[in-house]
T-cell receptor
Framework: AQTVTQSQPEMSVQEAETVTLSCTYD???????LFWYKQPPSRQMILVIR??????QNATENRFSVNFQKAAKSFSLKISDSQLGDTAMYFC?????????????FGTGTLLAVQP | EPEVTQTPSHQVTQMGQEVILRCVPI?????FYWYRQILGQKVEFLVS????????KSEIFDDQFSVERPDGSNFTLKIRSTKLEDSAMYFC??????????????FGDGTRLSIL
């Protein structure tokens, strides 16, 4: 079975600074996908970024980038130039490749507070 | 951009009553999911649905739960006899079959279910 671990329950960062959220996972699969989802106080689930395990290049979306270390099973999220609107719960999620069993497995989340 | 729509946004129900949560997935999507999030905890998979049948279900999804796609647009989750521990946020998600494998699931805004 796959597991996702987020070891930082809460983090805080000053506006305009950079913060990194950690995520590790455990799987015996070789092909899979990893995601970061953001959940603001409104409790929507918003996709932030996606990584394919067979791609070595780290994914980037504007101010958001990941450091994907497949051998270490690590998938951290870096937020640059933090903004007040980045304040949210951030969930790391794993999805096996393949059509039939493509549920998302989530970590416990990291609550990020961006301070003015 | 197309969205997954969930109704109601908040449902309050007496313990033991039946409740139906409704979702309208994105129109050309073919895979559907329900997840739940107990307050302060991680998001947990309940069930996936494809081609008018359940693809996979979790241990949480016991005989009290059922899903249905009654017409071409709605996807419902029914809880037959609600318990206090069913109080949670319920998220519907959908995904298109013809998308590249590994495309993320698109989430609705959730229904907050409160059991009294």
């Amino acid at each position: 079975a796959q597991t996702v671990t987020q070891s930082q329950p809460e983090m805080s960062v000053q506006e305009a600074e950079t913060v990194t959220l950690s995520c590790t996972y455990d799987t015996s699969e070789n092909n899979y996908y990893l995601f970061w989802y953001k959940q603001p106080p409104s409790r929507q689930m918003i996709l932030v970024i996606r990584q394919e395990a067979y791609k070595q290049q780290n994914a980037t979306e504007n101010r958001f980038s990941v450091n994907f270390q497949k051998a270490a099973k690590s998938f951290s999220l870096k937020i640059s130039d933090s903004q007040l609107g980045d304040t949210a719960m951030y969930f790391c999620a794993f999805m096996k490749a393949g059509w039939a069993t493509n549920k998302l497995i989530f970590g416990t989340g990291t609550l990020l507070a961006v301070q003015p | 951009e197309p969205e997954v729509t969930q109704t109601p946004s908040h449902q309050v129900t007496q313990m033991g009553q039946e409740v139906i949560l409704r979702c309208v997935p994105i129109s050309n999507h073919l895979y559907f999911y329900w997840y739940r999030q107990i307050l302060g905890q991680k998001v947990e998979f309940l069930v996936s649905f494809y081609n008018n049948e359940i693809s996979e279900k979790s241990e949480i999804f016991d005989d009290q739960f059922s899903v249905e796609r009654p017409d071409g647009s709605n996807f419902t989750l029914k809880i037959r006899s609600t318990k206090l521990e069913d109080s949670a946020m319920y998220f519907c998600a959908s995904r298109g079959l013809k998308d590249r494998e590994g495309q993320p699931q698109h989430f609705g805004d959730g229904t907050r279910l409160s059991i009294l």
